[in-house]
Nanobody, 126 residues
Framework: QVQLIESGGGLVQVGKSLILSCTAS????????MGWFRQAPGKEREFVAGIGWNDGYTVIPDSAEGRWFIVRDTVKSTVDLHMNSLKPDDTGVYYC???????????????????WGRGTQVTVSS
């Protein structure tokens, strides 16, 4: 049974940093992509970072480019999202997800992922 467990969320001030961690278990992830998504109240789930498990290739959307990065540790089976220069708009529930690796443009679509964690809340206060 695949499990994705997020941790590291919380309340943080504007401009500060936070690291979210996703611990993955239950199957080999070698041929898969791991993604992080954010969902704010009343909004759709939004892609914020993705990484290929095998090669560590990353995709970061323009909204997070230069502020955030994603890394994976294949020994510990973790995927970490490093968030810097946090803004109030970054507030939301952050989900870790796993999907079959396909063309990189598909990584940004929530429906591409077939396993999801339960999420962790991040609140950025001004």
């Amino acid at each position: 049974q695949v499990q994705l467990i997020e941790s590291g969320g919380g309340l943080v001030q504007v401009g500060k940093s936070l690291i979210l961690s996703c611990t993955a278990s239950g199957r080999p992830f070698g041929s898969r992509v791991m993604g992080w998504f954010r969902q704010a109240p009343g909004k759709e789930r939004e892609f914020v970072a993705g990484i290929g498990w095998n090669d560590g290739y990353t995709v970061i959307p323009d909204s997070a480019e230069g502020r955030w990065f994603i890394v994976r540790d294949t020994v510990k089976s973790t995927v970490d999202l490093h968030m810097n220069s946090l803004k109030p708009d970054d507030t939301g529930v952050y989900y870790c997800a796993s999907g079959i690796r396909g063309p990189r443009h598909t990584w940004q679509t929530a429906s591409h992922y077939d396993y999801w964690g339960r999420g962790t809340q991040v609140t950025v206060s001004s």
